[in-house]
């Protein structure tokens, strides 16, 4: 059967947007189809400027299309990408994230697998407390977190994170795409393709999610945005 995958990212000067089209791709090689989706930037044009990689990326990705809340309407399962930003996600995914309140309240993102990646500028960056972090919007979801684990040797060969793909740049120019990190965001997405193929086992979760938002519950007497 054909499931529908999301790879929603947000990426400065590149890397994660190297590993969203590694994930894209291990997805797509298992039968999935894919939407691969940049979110909105937030940072001002001048700040862009003054980083010649950041701007030559910005430009380079301009024909992505950019990630809507339809689109995990839409997605049998989630990839989630960020760069870390002191242990935590970038504040334009988060505020992507943030729009998807309603679909929550509807129960639509409940019971969907989601895995995560991330790429910092050294190994101990932050990497596994960015997914982690990730990981408590997921479980507000009812989400089915799928993470790579030590389940294939790529992860080893990555750098060894159970949590997700992490690109480690090691230079200061961000410009290390690294070889073994790109197989092993391969792998994790085509293992999220494959999970979500043996979970529906016939069904599609999104339509099912779609029309029976009433036996699900709506959250009655919770709000998305309360602050």
Known sequence: ??????????????????????????????GAEVRLRRVAELAPDSAIAQNPLWRRHADAAASIPQASVEDLAWADAFAFGTPTRFGAPAAQLKQFIDQAGGLWQEGRLADKPVTAFTSAFNRHGGSEATILSLGNVFYHWGSLIVPPGFTDPVVYAAGGNPYGTSLVTSAPTGEDTGAAALEAARYQGRRLAQITIRLLGGSNVTDAAAGDGDARGTRAGTTSQTA
């Open 1 to 30: 059967m054909t499931v529908k995958v999301a790879v929603i990212y947000y990426s400065a000067t590149g890397n994660v947007h190297s590993l969203a089209q590694a994930v894209a791709e291990g997805a797509a090689s298992a």
